[in-house]
């Protein structure tokens, strides 16, 4: 049991049970499934500051602050209790152009040339993670939603903006990685 819990799943499981937690979601108590909701819950709850954005009854959303809090707990355990002891597979045509953009590393999801925290203090963390991070909070925000959001639950109960941005994210993603990344990996001395 443990040898299969410590595998990547295959898609046809992992996809099913992550596509019935909407239904699931809707049918237990009428919620709807997202992340980046759940930060504006937080700030909320601990910084009652009198901005209209966040003045609004957040304890009703608890639920999404605990879902938050079991992803975090989900994450330690997994990393720390049920690794994939086996090697990361990558292409090989996709290991050539990351060892062109100067990472190396594949015995790990996240590869230590990019993250690492002797990183974060650098350009490329700047770059990477501040303002990256930066961007994609604006993002979220602007779309009305995080990925997860949209493309999970925006699209499966039908809603036409999920789907438009769903679509754009994906365009961006792929001028990011096919047209953007290798001049920004350079730039920044990567």
Do not use: D, H, P, R
């Given at each position: 049991m443990m040898e299969w819990i410590t595998q990547p799943w295959p898609w046809y499981v992992a996809g099913p049970l992550i596509g019935l937690t909407v239904p699931a979601l809707l049918i237990l108590g009428n919620k709807t499934f997202g992340i980046s909701s759940s930060l504006r819950h937080v700030c909320a709850a601990c910084v009652p500051a009198g901005i209209p954005f966040f003045t609004y009854n957040w304890k009703k959303e608890i639920w999404n602050l605990l879902f938050v809090v079991?992803?975090?707990i989900g994450g330690v355990i997994a990393t720390n209790f049920l690794a994939n002891p086996n090697e990361i597979?990558?292409?090989?045509s996709t290991k050539a152009d990351l060892t062109a953009l100067g990472v190396t590393d594949y015995g790990n999801l996240l590869p230590s040339d990019i993250f690492s925290w002797?990183?974060?203090?650098?350009?490329?963390?700047?770059?990477?993670?501040?303002?990256g991070g930066f961007l994609v909070g604006f993002g979220t925000r602007y779309a009305g939603g995080c990925t997860s959001g949209h493309a999970i639950m925006g699209i499966s109960s039908l809603q036409w903006?999920?789907?438009v941005a769903t679509m754009f994210f994906m365009i961006g993603g792929f001028l990011m990685t096919h047209?953007?990344?290798e001049p920004l990996m350079k730039w920044v001395g990567f």
């Open positions: 079991g992803i975090l597979i990558i292409a090989e002797e990183n974060l203090f650098t350009a490329k963390g700047l770059l990477f993670f501040v303002i903006q999920s789907v047209v953007m990344l």
